[in-house]
């Protein structure tokens, strides 16, 4: 199992925020959620846009990662929750496509 999973509630205020079933107009901003221009993020203490920073240092130890069934288990898992999301855009597409219905 995955340490420090993300979950849907820990995103709550960035989607309200974020409002992407509206225009970009529409969407508020807060003192954690904003908009900032290039300048602004270089002005930043320690502002670096390198995502080398992502890298997981644990998945290097081969010995450290989880079996091949546990893997291949989330990959599963991942790819059949993205294929509902996609789901989701299709059929939300189809419909703004076709709003009445024929």
Same mark, same amino acid.
């Given at each position: 199992?995955?340490?420090?999973? /993300?979950?849907? #509630?820990? &995103?709550? =205020?960035?989607?309200?925020?974020?409002? @992407?079933?509206?225009?970009?107009?529409?969407? +508020? $901003?807060?003192?954690?959620?904003?908009?900032?221009?290039?300048?602004?993020?270089?002005?930043?203490?320690?502002?670096?846009?390198?995502?080398?920073? /992502?890298?997981? #240092?644990? &998945?290097? =130890?081969?010995?450290?990662?989880?079996? @091949?069934?546990?893997?291949?288990?989330?990959? +599963? $898992?991942?790819?059949?929750?993205?294929?509902?999301?996609?789901?989701?855009?299709?059929?939300?597409?189809?419909?703004?496509?076709?709003?009445?219905?024929?």
């Amino acid at each position: 199992m995955k340490e420090n999973q /993300l979950e849907r #509630d820990r &995103l709550t =205020d960035f989607v309200d925020c974020y409002l @992407p079933v509206h225009a970009r107009s529409d969407r +508020v $901003e807060t003192d954690r959620f904003k908009p900032l221009t290039y300048d602004e993020l270089m002005a930043r203490d320690k502002a670096n846009l390198d995502i080398t920073w /992502l890298k997981d #240092d644990s &998945l290097e =130890d081969l010995d450290s990662l989880p079996p @091949p069934e546990v893997i291949a288990r989330e990959i +599963v $898992e991942d790819l059949t929750a993205a294929l509902v999301e996609f789901e989701a855009v299709a059929a939300a597409l189809e419909g703004s496509a076709n709003p009445g219905g024929e």
